[in-house]
């Protein structure tokens, strides 16, 4: 059993910064893979960005790859995601999620833990 909550949320403005950081309780947290998902309203759960049991490798959606840098410290049962030139469309609810998803690590249903995810708002 994984327990998950984020943190870092918040409004900024466009082109800011926000670091968000999931924190982990429970055993085993270095062999799962911790991913970000992230929902507006009125859409689908989005994939953001996973990074493996060990650090690496990563994999990042199209839409925030070169702008988001997903990363984890194992010694402190962390992930991060550092989120920069943000724009009006990320605006949504981040959520974190660790599991085993294999090679369908952007597929949402691959993943048994979620925190309750943190908001980010992004004022243009």
């Known amino acids: 059993q994984v327990q998950l909550v984020e943190s870092g949320g918040g409004l900024v403005q466009a082109g800011g910064s926000l670091r968000l950081s999931c924190a982990a309780s429970?055993?085993?947290?270095?062999?799962?893979?911790l991913g970000w998902f992230r929902q507006a309203p009125g859409k689908e759960r989005e994939f953001v960005a996973v990074?493996?049991?060990?650090?690496?490798?990563?994999y990042y959606a199209d839409s925030v790859k070169g702008r988001f840098t997903i990363s984890r410290d194992n010694a402190k049962n962390t992930v991060y995601l550092q989120m920069n030139s943000l724009n009006a469309e990320d605006t949504a609810v981040y959520l974190c999620?660790?599991?085993?998803?294999?090679?369908?690590?952007?597929?949402?249903?691959?993943?048994?833990?979620w925190g309750q995810g943190t908001q980010v708002t992004v004022s243009s």
């Open positions: 990074v493996s049991g060990s650090g690496t490798p990563t």
């Open positions: 429970g055993r085993s947290f270095g062999s799962y893979a």
């Open positions: 999620a660790a599991g085993r998803p294999g090679p369908a690590w952007a597929s949402w249903f691959k993943y048994d833990y």
